[in-house]
Nanobody
C-alpha cells in the first residue's frame, strides 16, 4: 500500500520561509518523480514543482513560485522536500505531494499517487 505523508505545514508571516516534507512508503521511491501541487478551495489544483526520479538531477517549477521554492529529494530517507522562501499571502493553500512514473511530470493527470495534503497559511 502506497502512502505519501506530508508534514511541515502551518501558519507563517509574509516573507518567512517554510519547508514541507513528504515521506513515501510502499513504493520504489527512486523510481518515481515526485511533485508538489497546491489547491485553494474552489480552485483547480496548481502545479508547484517536481523533481525527476533517480538522483533528482532535474527540477521544474510553476511560474508563480519560480525562484522562491525549491524541490529536492533524499532517496535514502524516501522523502521529498519543498523549501519555500519569501512566502506571500497568495501562497496560502493546501499543499499535496504526489508520485509519477513520467519524467518531468507537470500535469496532475500524470501523477499516480497522492498524499492527503498539508495546510500552509501565510498572513500579511
Amino acid at each position: 500500500q502506497v502512502q505519501l505523508l506530508e508534514s511541515g505545514g502551518g501558519l507563517v508571516q509574509a516573507g518567512d520561509s517554510l519547508t514541507l516534507s513528504c515521506a513515501a512508503s510502499g513504493l520504489v521511491f527512486r523510481s518515481y518523480g515526485m511533485g508538489w501541487f497546491r489547491q485553494i478551495p474552489g480552485k483547480e489544483r496548481e502545479f508547484v514543482g517536481t523533481v525527476t526520479w533517480g538522483t533528482g538531477d532535474r527540477t521544474w517549477y510553476g511560474d508563480s513560485v519560480k525562484g522562491r521554492f525549491t524541490v529536492s529529494r533524499d532517496n535514502a530517507k524516501n522523502t521529498v522536500y519543498l523549501q519555500m522562501n519569501s512566502l506571500k499571502p497568495e501562497d496560502t493553500a493546501v499543499y499535496y505531494c504526489a508520485a509519477a512514473l513520467e519524467w518531468g511530470a507537470i500535469r496532475e493527470s500524470e501523477y499516480k499517487y497522492w498524499g492527503q495534503g498539508t495546510q500552509v497559511t501565510v498572513s500579511s
